[in-house]
C-alpha cells in the first residue's frame, strides 16, 4: 500500500484534478514543473536559507513534563506554532512563491478564511517583491479583522466574496475565477493539501520539513527516529501531512487524525468531514465531502476557522479508507477547554485548531513508556476574543 500521489495525482481512488477546460493550461505546467523545479539544488538552497532565517526553523520538539506526568505518557509538541506569522502555513506559502519565480510569475493570488494563509501569502509576497490579492468571504473580513488589517499592511489587497455563505469556500470559487482569468502571469498559491492535483503532493512536500525534522530530533533526544504516535488536527490536512510524511510507510507509527465535531458530530454544527462526507469533488479534486442527498455541499460548522471546511485533502480520504490513520473528532466545548489545559500546564497558549488534537489524551490509553508527537500547528494570538468571549477573560 502507498500513501503517495500516483501518477494521476491519485491517492486510493481520491484526488485528481477536475478543472475548467480554460485551468488546464495552468495546471498542465505546473505538473509538468514542479517536481523538477523543487528537486533542483538551486531551489533547495532558497528554500532551505529562507526556512532558516526567515521562518526560524528548524522549530523545537519540546517535551512537556507536567502533562507527561498527568497523563502517564511521553508527551512531546513540535512547535509550529513558532514559526513566523504563527502557524506551518509559511512552510508552503515559502514553496509557493519560491516556485512561482521560478516560473515566472509575478502576480499572486490566494484565498483564505480565518486569515492565517492570506497573511502568510501576503507576507512572502511581500519578502518578494511581488503583487498579492487575497480573497476573502465577506463574512470573515468582517469577523477577522485584524488579519486584514496585517494583510493590507504587508501590501496585500483584500477582495471580498460576496457569494453563498460568504466564507472560506467561496473565497476559493472567487481565486479559481480570477486564475481563469488571468492565466499567464498569475500563481494561485492554495493554503493546504486540497485542491487539483498537483497542490496536495506539492504543499504535502513543503510541509513535510516537519517531519523530516522530527525524525533527527526524536534520534537525539530518545535515541530513535520514530515516534509511537503521531496526533494532529485536520482541516485540510496539511500540518498533518508535513508531520506525517516520513512515517506514513512506517507500521509502527500509529496515527490520529483530529477533526473537529463543532457542537456534535451529529448536531448538523459540525465538521467532521470523514465522518460525515461521501466521495464528491470540490474545488477541482475527488475527496470526501459533507453533502446532502442532492450533492449541495453542507454548511460546515466549527469554533476554529481553520477546520471550518467541508472537504478534507484526498490522501486524509484514502488514510481514512485504508484505516492507516484514526479519525477521532472533537467538539467545540472540548477543544476550548483543552486550549485552557495546554496554556496553563505549559504556558503555551494554542490555536484553537491545535487545541482539538489533544482530545485523544482523554479519548485513547497510552501506555508509560509511549511517545506522543503533537503537532502544535499554530499560536493562539488570533484566537484571543474567541477565548476572552468563551471564557469570559
Ligand atoms: C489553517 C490552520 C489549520 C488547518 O489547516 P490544515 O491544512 O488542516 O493544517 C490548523 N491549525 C492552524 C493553526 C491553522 O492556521
Known sequence: MTFKVDSNGYYGQ?????????????????????????????????????????????????????????????????????????????????????????????RIIAETGAGQHGVATASVCALMGVKCIVYMGSVDIKRQSPNVARMKMLGAEVRAATSGSKTLKDATNE???????????THYIIGSVVGPHPYPDMVSRFQSVISQELTHQLEFLEGRSFPDYLVACVGGG????????????????????????????????????????????IHGSKTLLMQNADGQIQEPHSISAGLDYPGVGPLFAHLKDTKRAHFRAVSDRDAMLWGLELSKMDGIIPAIETSHALGVLESEKFNKDDIIVFGCSGRGDKDLDTYINYFEL
Open 238 to 281: 496539511s500540518n498533518a501531512a508535513g508531520l506525517f510524511y516520513h512515517f506514513l510507510d512506517n507500521p509502527k507509527v500509529t496515527i490520529f487524525c483530529v477533526e473537529a465535531a463543532g457542537h456534535g458530530v451529529n448536531s448538523g454544527k459540525s465538521a467532521a468531514t470523514t465522518q460525515l462526507g461521501r466521495p464528491g469533488i
Open 14 to 106: 481520491y484526488g485528481g484534478a477536475f478543472i475548467p477546460e480554460m485551468l488546464y493550461p495552468n495546471i498542465q505546467q505546473l505538473k509538468q514543473s514542479y517536481l523538477q523545479i523543487i528537486g533542483s539544488s538551486a531551489f533547495q538552497n532558497e528554500f532551505q536559507q529562507l526556512l532558516k532565517y526567515y521562518v526560524g526553523r528548524p522549530t523545537p520538539l519540546y517535551f512537556s513534563h507536567r502533562l507527561s506526568k498527568k497523563y502517564g505518557t511521553k508527551i512531546y509538541f513540535k512547535r509550529e506554532d513558532l514559526c513566523h506569522t504563527g502557524a506551518h502555513k509559511i512552510n508552503n506559502t515559502i514553496g509557493q512563491i519560491l516556485l512561482a519565480k521560478y516560473m515566472g510569475k509575478d
Open 175 to 185: 481565486a479559481i475565477r480570477d486564475w481563469i482569468n488571468n492565466p499567464e502571469k
